[in-house]
């Protein structure tokens, strides 16, 4: 079955230290992989897909196939990175499976 | 542009009641999605429209509906409501099928 694990539902970093959100997912083929990110009072945006490979707001997600992850990473959180994070599956038809989120709080 | 827009904001129905949700897409994009969110759940994916007809369709009843107009609006109808239809509906339009979503403020349906 098609499925996207994010583990932890809060985790609480210090600024300035680094920030790795869990993300594993199950497919039988090529994912499509993305994180989204939603602000407080803000609607859910993209952050990173991961065939464009490209680093946004300082986040990076490397797709691990061999573990079946993509964990979002940054080496040093800021304040303004409290957020809900989502990790996204895209299948092969199209259809967008989601995990359940986890809240990032970083403390001052 | 006011990216993707969604009526109403709030509703609250009665069990066994219909309701019909909108979605006006992203100036530029043909293709919608609608997403249904519990409390503390992520998004789960309901269906997704492009030229009018549903093209892919998530682990959802019958029961839930969709429309796509020639202006690439969107509505999403829920017939006989059930509790559990409880949740917040998220709207998202692309570029086609595989074009970056981009998620309307969404819709929060209490039904008692």
């Known amino acids: 079955a098609q499925r996207v694990t994010q583990p932890e539902k809060l985790l609480s970093v210090f600024k300035g230290a680094p920030v790795e959100l869990k993300c594993n997912y199950s497919y039988s083929g090529s994912p499509e992989l993305f994180w989204y990110v939603q602000y407080s009072r803000q609607r859910l945006q993209l952050l990173l897909r991961h065939i464009s490979r490209e680093s946004i707001k300082g986040f990076t997600a490397d797709l691990n196939k061999g573990e079946t992850s993509f964990h979002l990473k940054k080496p040093f959180a800021q304040e303004e990175d409290s957020a809900m994070y989502y990790c996204a599956l895209v299948s092969g038809t199209y259809k967008y499976i989601f995990g359940t989120g986890t809240r990032l709080k970083v403390l001052a | 542009d006011a990216g993707v827009t969604q009526s109403p904001t709030h509703l609250i129905k009665t069990r066994g009641q219909q309701v019909t949700l909108r979605c006006s897409p992203k100036?530029?994009?043909?293709?919608v999605s609608w997403y249904q969110q519990a409390l503390g759940q992520g998004p789960q994916f309901i269906f997704q429209?492009?030229?009018?007809?549903?093209?892919q369709r998530g682990n959802f009843p019958d029961r839930f509906s969709g429309h796509q107009f020639p202006n690439y609006s969107s509505e999403l109808n829920v017939n006989a409501l059930l509790l559990g239809d409880s949740a917040l509906y998220l709207c998202a339009s692309s570029q086609g099928s595989r074009g970056t979503q981009y998620f309307g403020p969404g819709t929060r349906l209490l039904v008692l």
């Open positions: 429209y492009y030229e009018e007809e549903e093209r």
């Open positions: 100036s530029g994009h043909d293709t």
